[in-house]
């Protein structure tokens, strides 16, 4: 099982970026998905998740209204865009795939498997 995610970059304040987290070795179709990211000397929080179904999602408060976290399980990918970015949005950022079908274990930080990080730079 792998998750790969990309689409981080150095952007200026302002700017957008998307970042991608595709799956493989196996179907996340039934299962929520999420992002989270750590910044330097700073524990790892959670950003973004959504259900299985993409039907539901929940954002931390800093992103909220900026970031919108989208799936197709037909390609076993999810989306993150991000918008209206803002120095203190650098990080590195880690998809995450839940331990169980519930909405609620990725966003309580119940996670099954990691993706390998991006790193998002946002200079002022």
């Known amino acids: 099982v792998q998750l790969q995610a990309s689409g981080g970059g150095l952007v200026q304040a302002g700017d957008s970026l998307r970042l991608s987290c595709a799956a493989s070795?196996?179907?996340?179709?039934?299962?929520?998905m999420g992002w989270f990211r750590q910044a330097p000397g700073k524990e790892r929080e959670f950003v973004a998740a959504?259900?299985?179904?993409?039907?539901?999602?929940t954002y931390a408060d800093s992103v909220k209204g900026r970031f919108t976290l989208s799936r197709d399980n037909a390609k076993n990918t999810v989306y993150l865009q991000m918008n209206s970015l803002k120095p203190e949005d650098t990080a590195i950022y880690y998809c995450?795939?839940?331990?169980?079908?519930?909405?609620?274990?990725?966003?309580?930080?119940?996670?099954?498997?990691w993706g390998q990080g991006t790193q998002v730079t946002v200079s002022s």
């Open positions: 959504i259900s299985w179904s993409g039907g539901s999602t």
């Open positions: 995450a795939v839940g331990n169980g079908p519930q909405f609620s274990t990725v966003v309580s930080g119940k996670v099954a498997y």
């Open positions: 070795g196996r179907t996340f179709s039934r299962y929520p």
